[in-house]
């Protein structure tokens, strides 16, 4: 069935350094790939989202890039702040419905 | 725009109760979406409404479960005799698209505790 997996499942960076956490889909109809942050609490707030036809998307320190080839989409966090602390999904959609990672748990470190 | 709310935030049952959420859209979004999130996994869909029509249910929403949206605005979701296992985050999200693939954009979510 459809899936996608996500890693890691947690990191720990330096404040100013930068994050990776890269997914894999199994779909290959998946057109769509969004990026959601979720703090404690609360629920997914969408940060950044890129679709198949583009290659890569930035918006000031956030970046995501697509490798339809390889079914990979990866998102980058620059110069990266404690309010970056949070849980990040990532998520491929070919429809209405969104296949979600199993999230990444990022520690920024003062 | 208020953003997608929903009602209760937290809520607490015993085993074998009826509950029933609701899910405030963000206006003119003629998608509703809801989707249950257990601890440490992902968001999982349960169902889909285009406007007021119930499009997809998944293999997840057993027969305990039924969501409305009447006229097309708010949805309610409902899981009659509630067991342990129910116990999760569901999460509302609202879209506006003809397309296939529109951008979601979630609620804060309901926490249901089932005693």
């Known amino acids: 069935g459809e899936n996608v997996e996500q890693h890691p499942s947690t990191l720990s960076v330096q404040e100013g350094d930068s994050a990776v956490i890269k997914c894999t889909y199994s779909d290959s109809a998946s057109n769509y790939f969004p990026w959601y942050k979720q703090e404690l609490g609360k629920g997914p707030q969408l940060i950044i989202d890129?679709?198949?036809?583009?290659g890569e998307k930035k918006d000031q320190r956030i970046a995501v890039t697509l490798n339809k080839t390889a079914k990979h989409f990866s998102l980058h966090i620059t110069e990266t702040q404690p309010e970056d602390s949070a849980v990040y999904f990532c998520a491929a959609s070919s429809g209405y419905k969104y296949i979600f990672g199993t999230g990444t748990r990022l520690k920024v470190l003062a | 725009d208020t953003g997608v709310s929903q009602n209760p935030r937290h809520k607490i049952t015993k085993r074998g109760q009826n509950v029933t959420f609701r899910c405030d859209p963000i206006s003119e979004h003629n998608r509703l979406y809801w989707y249950r999130q257990t601890l440490g996994q992902g968001p999982e869909f349960l169902t889909y409404?285009?406007?007021?029509?119930?499009?997809?249910k998944s293999r997840l929403l057993s027969d305990r479960f039924s969501a409305e949206r009447p006229k097309g605005s708010f949805s309610t979701l409902e899981i009659q005799r509630t067991e342990q296992g129910d116990s999760a985050m569901y999460l509302c999200?609202?879209?506006?698209?003809?397309?296939?693939?529109?951008?979601?954009?979630f609620g804060p979510g309901t926490r249901l505790t089932v005693l």
């Open positions: 409404f285009q406007n007021e029509a119930q499009l997809e």
């Open positions: 890129i679709r198949s036809n583009v």
């Open positions: 999200a609202s879209s506006w698209g003809l397309a296939d693939t529109d951008t979601q954009y």
